[in-house]
């Protein structure tokens, strides 16, 4: 299933187009079934209904563990490397990584879970968190993956969205020279969630928590109690596989729904091609698990393929800017697969990190998150890449599952800053605001998809009405992506940004109305608009634009109140970067703030606002430029 030339690039392309039921069902073939599937696809975009592989039966953790036990089951699956260098590095073989997963899925089970059960998981990047996913994948419970920077609150609500029975967390968590208290966060949390049965805790920082008789158990004691047996539950193709929450534009943010079958062979057919995988090879994403990046190219791609993964604990810069290359020369690792945001963080300490590391093994590079402007593009080409190994910039979405349009490593151009081609099985369009189809190329417009692919979003939980409403309601028998793209003089895709209301801070998806919510939560704060703002190393930045008229205190100190205040409530991903108290908003004679003026002064562009006539009061906005020049 491995495309080797440009050529066969080209027919595959052709092919999935002309008869993506024939070249789906060729490549599903690559994969493990218990029962074949009787249709490849059946599809809808209205309501929107979408099967993929129609009456097969599987279960993922057979494709990505057993099946590779007779043959390579004392080859490395995950390699683990600490937030300490200091600490040893621990690796899991297929063999060590099957037996951890059965005994997990039995700790599940002891405790109630069964197929069909949401589960949710906030745990620090260590092997138990890979082996908690794949545990829920084996029993066939849906897992919601919470990234271990959101709040109690957020944790309380996507808990409470999608009725979690279970709940798995450590003790704590490392993050560089932080310690992260997660079981503290998840006992408040706890307290609103009626539906959570039992809490299974793992010793990892050993930082003193209180346990609830009843409810918490710890890791270490429920695995002594089970055996290491347990086969995997049988799961129809179109059983959900997972959760995983996702900002939109609306304040509250949706549970993106993926199925098993589907799921998995784009993530396995996609993680195969892109990164032109071989085996032995070593493959290091530095994505968190918590993020679709780490479901699909640390766990599941990668593992569906019998690779080997390295799974990071800790964070580019610590002990020093040197630890990705020190892991990459530790490991021999040969694939890179990181973000825009920390390519242009670690650029910023010049070449002396480098000094003296040996990058030889790399011989593939990847950036997804947002887009990758030049000159980190060229950064990562020359000093990591020397010149010799492609960069794969990998546009997609929490929604798409998997890789959509990206180069393939060895087999398809690059091109600096442009995610180049769409898969195989991939048809993107461009169209405008009245959902015209703009053809030819050196065009821009809006990016839809117009044809389903199997790691697609099914629904999102407990809303499908939500989900037809944001990705297929805008344009008429498209997804729509919420992105604005380029397609240049050679047809080649370029992802400018997001066209609707949703931020990537630090390729981060954060919508502008979550953050307002929780500012206005801030007592006193009668209204705030947020928008973002460009950001060396974050690539976007995030501005407030605050009303709170009877301020407690020094406007310094209120700030940083504010800040809490959005700790608290959605996490320290969300707090503005700048905070800008006015005493007013500019906005429509129909009460809606215009964004567009406020982004523009956001970027310090306040040279040409466009037309403010419609402004209800056009002096407000010589107010809020005035008060920029004290920031
Ligand atoms: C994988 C992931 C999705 C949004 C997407 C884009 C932006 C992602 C690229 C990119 C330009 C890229 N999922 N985005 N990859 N923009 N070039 N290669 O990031 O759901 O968290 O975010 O990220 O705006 O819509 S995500």
Known sequence: MQITSFKQYEEDYKKSVENPEQ????????????????????????????????????????????????????????????????????????????ERVCRFANVLKRNGAKKGDRICIYMPMVPELAIAVLACARIGAVHSVIFGGFSAKSIADRINDSQCKVVITADGSYRGNKQIPLKDVIDDALIGCPTVEKCIVLTHIRTPVSMLKGRDVWWEDEVKHVNDTCEAEEMDAEDMLFILYTSGSTGKPKGVVHTCGGYMVYAGYTFSNVFNYKPGEVYFCTADIGWITGHSYIVYGPLSQGATSVLF???????????????????KVNTLYTAPTAIRSLMSYGDEPLNGKDLSSIRVLGSVGEPINEEAWHWFDEKIG??????????????????????????????????????????????????????????????????????????????????????????????????????????????????DDVLNVSGHRI????????????????????????????????????IYPEMHGEAELSKKDIL????????????????????????????????????????????????????????????????????
């Open 23 to 98: 070249f789906w069902g060729e490549v599903a073939q690559n994969f493990q079934w218990r029962k074949p599937w009787f249709k490849v696809l059946s599809w809808n975009f209205n309501e929107p209904n979408i099967k993929w592989f129609e009456g097969a039966k599987l279960n993922i953790t057979e494709n990505c563990l057993d099946r590779h036990l007779a043959t390579n089951g004392d080859k490395p699956a995950i390699i683990w490397e600490p937030n300490n260098p200091e600490e040893e590095s621990v690796t899991y073989t297929y063999k060590m990584l099957h």
């Open 313 to 331: 604990e800790g964070i580019p810069t610590y002990p020093t800017p040197s630890r990705f290359w020190d892991i990459i020369e530790k490991h």
């Open 386 to 499: 020397h010149g010799k190994a492609p960069i794969v910039d990998t546009w997609w979405q929490t929604e798409t599952g998997g890789i959509m349009i990206s180069p393939i490593a060895t087999v398809t151009p690059t091109k600096p800053s442009f995610a180049t081609l769409p898969l195989p099985g991939i048809q993107p369009i461009l169209v405008d605001e009245n959902g015209n189809e703009i053809e030819g190329n050196g065009v821009m417009g809006n990016l839809c998809i117009k044809f389903p692919w199997p790691g697609m979003l099914r629904t999102t939980y407990g809303d499908h009405e939500r989900c037809k409403q944001t990705y297929f309601s805008t344009y008429e028998n498209l997804y729509f992506t919420g992105d604005g793209c380029l397609r240049d003089e050679d047809g080649y895709y370029r992802i400018t940004g997001r066209v």
């Open 511 to 546: 919508g502008t109305a979550e953050v307002e919510n929780a500012i206005n939560m801030h007592a006193g704060v009668v209204e705030s608009a947020v928008v973002g703002y460009p950001h060396d190393v974050k690539g976007q930045g995030i501005y407030a634009f605050v």
């Open 564 to 631: 809490q205040t959005v700790t608290r409530v959605i996490g320290a991903i969300a707090k503005p970067d700048k905070i800008l108290f006015v005493s007013g908003l500019p906005k429509t004679r129909s009460g809606k703030i215009m964004r567009r003026i406020l982004r523009k002064i956001a970027e310090g562009d306040t040279t040409n606002l466009g037309d403010t006539s419609t402004l209800l009061d056009p002096g407000v906005v010589e107010e809020i430029i005035a008060a920029t020049k004290t920031l």
